[in-house]
């Protein structure tokens, strides 16, 4: 078998989780790194590989998206394991973990191992999967954790819908636990937000809309944190919001509980002005916040409250975003706006690039007991090479997603992927597009 | 401007021979996705009486039920060279959704909790020809805030115009930061009706109550409905208003709501189908010039 060899000549690598950040090279080697370091190959690459002269550009672990929603099974007019697959490859995204919320829900083995299997098939982006954490995703019985933990479930969760009843999380935890494996809660107490369409407040009174409260975030959290304390179970809270959240998380870590949460970037990077005269696209749940609200997510970014960033992908088709914004379906897309989006904090000065692409690599890798998200000799060749400061504005009409549910369509940003790579082999190439 | 029009047409509608020929030709269709009864005849008189054809669709008798979309609704009559559209819709936002995707006129006949424009400008109306101003008048919405597209729209437009608004009733009856919207804010009737010039009252929704927003009907009557006892509160010629359709004992005694020196409550309707004519011939005037 002949040696699959690319090198990587005249990078800037960083990698987050060493805190390497300086002028070098790396061998991909049969899928893996074989070698890396700071002025590795300075003399130019070895005999017989393939040299890829990165310019001087950010060569860093590709990007780990641990909240993405692939819609396959079930709707894949919306989105399929390959056209998420080619958006992750432009977006920069070597690794996306998708949540259980297909037609059917992924509550069984059979089904995990049917995803796996067209993930393989596609070759894109490596695809993980959470498994429901109950049974058809209908908060009551619990779903067969060790036996999904061993074919290959990452954590458990009911995807958009909250493990409401405090009995059935209870039990949910303590079960887990026998495995170690994490509980991801939507937090939102269903009561309070009934026929909620957007963030309460003078906004969603001025557009006659109901309200989608922040007290109903924050109570959920508080009590699933006293659930936690009592079960020792490992806990973590998706797409945080809202300003108490991030204090009521900021304060259980203070008290040393190995609880873990992250945000998506529509909540540092826009408010629920972006709702402005009932545009759809910024219909998403949780809600786009107050500005406060927006703030204290960018606070628990910098200070490590929130310990990860995903795009929370969610993509739907015009016949669901086209109508009166009550009737309107939630959700966001993301995987092609995850990395300009979080190199934003890098820009704005919020964080260092390290500890901006810390967010999106080595951490969510990390919390999911995941193998991607750094840059070490012997780790899979996961790489993404990034030209951090290019401006340019994101174009709906450019998405690789089948769907096209994004806010953000003709907003100025900067950086994007210019070479991604799963195991060794290029997937995306800037430029080079079929 | 379209005051000054509408007062003009309101002596029009009080000869016998009514008819103009203004809009001779045109077409005018009165969309409700939400049934109505006041409102668009309101608006069918309204354009008869300039002369245009006017054809009324409900959601019963229209392709809604069929799975069309509200869209394709709309793309479908504007494909008839409609020249005014007239919606109602129960959800806040429709009427602005579907005027994005056609190009003749659309007037908002109420969109869900969100504005009932039209309304608004005939309360004004009612009040300009009572009162002779809007300039400085102390007004107070009394009720259910929380579900009202008259409410909306009537804080909007009398803050135009120079009035001041207060909103009286139970916090489970009032939005959210209601106190953002340069109102000031009463849970209690005597309080908040002391030296107010109009007494606003709206439709109490018992629909959507089932004892969620008030205990009762007994008790919203006995703290929040108009008696002369409360309204003895307000100023001596304080004029009484309410946008129909009335549940009298519940937000209104009945006397109270017939009695012509204090209530203005038909003088709003006659005054509905002037503002609305005023509407239509503003509105069609401004097409005349780019008519496909």
Known sequence: ?????????????????SGLDAPGGLLAEDGAIADIGAGLFAEGGPEGAETVDCGGMVLAPGLVDMRVQLRDPGHEHMEDIGSAGLAAAAGGVTTMVCLPNTD?????????????????????????????????????????????????????????????????????????????????????EPALCDGGAMNSGEIASRLGLSGLPPVAEV????????????????WHAAHVSTAASVEAIRQAKKRGMAVTCDTAPHYFALNEVAVG????????????????????????????????????????????????????AFGIIGLETLLPLTLELYHNKHLSLSEALALITCRPADLLGLKGGRLAKGAQADLVLIEPDRP??????????????????????????????????????????? | MLLDLADSYVEQNRKLNKALSLLQGRTVINLFFESSTRTRTSFELAGKRLGADVINMSVSTS????????????????????????????????????????????????????????????????????????????????GDVLHSRVARSNILLLHTMGARVRVIGPPTLLPSAIDRFGVEVFHDMRRGLADCDIVMMLRLQTERMQGRFVPSVREYFHFFGLDREKLAAARDDALVMHPGPMNRGVEIDSELADDLDRSAIREQVEMGVAVRMACIDLLTRELVGNAP
């Open chain 1, 1 to 17: 078998m002949s040696k699959y060899r690319t090198a990587y000549v005249n990078a800037r690598l960083i990698d987050p989780a």
């Open chain 1, 104 to 188: 059917p829900v992924i509550d069984n083995v059979a089904l995990l191992e049917f995803v796996a299997r067209r993930a393989r098939e596609v070759k894109l982006a490596k695809v993980h999967c959470y498994a429901a954490a109950t049974r058809g995703m209908q908060g009551t019985q619990l779903t067969e954790y060790g036996l999904l933990g061993e074919a290959g479930a990452v954590a458990f969760t009911d995807a958009e819908t909250a493990i409401a009843d405090a009995k059935t999380m209870q039990r949910a935890l303590s079960y887990a636990s026998t495995f170690g494996h994490i509980i991801m809660q939507h937090p939102e």
């Open chain 1, 219 to 234: 109570m959920m959290i508080e009590r699933d944190l006293r659930l936690v304390e009592a079960t020792g179970g490992r």
């Open chain 1, 277 to 328: 005269d009932y545009r759809t696209f910024a219909k998403v749940r949780p809600p786009l916040r107050g500005e406060d609200d927006r703030q204290a997510i960018v606070e628990g970014l910098r200070d490590g409250t929130i310990d990860a960033i995903a795009s929370d992908h969610s993509p739907y088709d015009q016949d669901s975003k086209r109508l009166p914004f009550a009737q309107a």
């Open chain 1, 392 to 434: 340019w504005k994101i174009d709906e009409v450019a998405f690789r997603s089948k769907s096209k549910n994004s806010p953000f369509d003709g907003r100025p940003v900067q950086g994007h992927a210019l070479r991604t790579v799963v195991d060794g082999r290029a997937i995306f190439i800037h430029g080079r597009e079929g």
């Open chain 2, 63 to 142: 392709s809604i039920k069929k799975g069309e979309t509200l869209i394709d609704t709309a793309m479908t009559l504007n494909a008839m060279h409609t020249d005014v559209l007239v919606v109602r819709h129960s959800d806040s936002g429709a009427v602005k959704l579907l005027s994005e995707k056609v190009n003749c006129a659309v007037m908002n006949a109420g969109d869900g909790s969100h504005e009932h424009p039209t309304q608004a400008l005939l309360d004004a109306l009612t009040i300009r020809r009572r009162k002779g101003r809007l300039q400085g008048l102390t007004v107070a919405i009394c």
